[in-house]
């Protein structure tokens, strides 16, 4: 077995379980060079539960779900701000911290989410449906957002559309989400048909082949999932929620029903607890990587800009979000 290379060793202890000591050689000169470049150029890396470990553990200043990027991107003390995740995050970065420069290392990280709804879509449905709210799930562009009253994350959704005080809400893009909300609160819903492509090739067979395969597993299913999956769950929550439920209950064995690297995040602070790990993998969120997040860091790119009459209308849709 190759020995992980001294200068990292510090921090290739906090993964030692999750990354082979071969992998681990072919990350530690990014990971030197992305910690210098941080510190010359006074730059923060926000990382979603998406990815990978040697960027979630070791480049990594705040980590967390989509809600705990844009809270924590509010109250960032940098100039500039590195977005590890996909291009919805950075722009919800951006919208926040209009002053700071913010960077995604690839601008095709993209998400089918955001792909499935346009501002235009947006401006019909107010046409078609008078006077209903528009709730926009955060995982959709600044345009989008600039015609929607409030946005939500899988955290905070089913208190956003309480907080309207309305009888019905129209809310977007993803479908499962809308559905799984309705299935929690009397406010009726409109939803669109949006879909996470990760999380709806989950199914409930596929829980049920592991309950047979693995006896006694607690099953957590992201709300992004078909109804029906939740259904079968022993649990349903955001990232963040999924990530305390395994912090709390502790179980012996549990499988998130979620994209592949979560269970890696997670399984590093809890190395009593058995992951199962038949995961999807989000191809957008897999394009970062250390190498373009040091190019990053290297050549100021991609910087993330948003027309400012956008920009002004979508922040307020998200602020009105951050004050509940
Ligand atoms: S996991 Fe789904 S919702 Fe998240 S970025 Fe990938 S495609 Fe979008």
Known sequence: MTAAPPSAAYLYE???????????????????????????????ILAHNYQ????????????????????????????VIV????HFMAETAKLLNPQK????????????????????????LRQRYPGVPIVTYVNTSAEVKAESDICCTSGNAKAVVESLGVARVIMLPDEYLAQNIAAQTDVEIIAWQGHCEVHERFTPAD?????????????LAHPECPPEVVAEADFSGSTAAMSDYVGREKPARVVLMTECSMSDNVAVAHPEVDFIRPCNLCPHMKRITLANIR??????????????????????????????
């Open 207 to 219: 829980i049920r082949q592991l309950r047979e395969d693995h006896p006694g597993v607690s099953v």
């Open 14 to 44: 906090r993964v030692r379980r999750v990354i082979p000591p071969i992998e681990w050689s072919s990350f530690t000169n990014d990971i030197e060079a992305i910690l210098a470049l941080k510190r010359e150029r006074k730059a923060v």
């Open 295 to 324: 190019s990053a860091l290297e050549e100021n790119r991609h910087l993330v800009t948003i027309d400012p009459q956008v920009a002004d209308r979508a922040r307020q849709a998200v602020e009105r979000m951050l004050a509940i």
């Open 52 to 79: 990978t470990p040697e960027i979630f553990h070791c480049v990594a200043d705040i980590v967390g779900d989509s809600l705990a990027l844009a809270r924590n991107a509010m109250e960032v003390d940098a100039d």
């Open 101 to 124: 420069t913010v960077l995604i290392p690839d601008l095709g990280a993209g998400c089918s989410l955001a792909d499935s709804i346009t501002a235009e879509d947006i401006r019909l």
């Open 83 to 86: 977005l590890a995740g996909v």
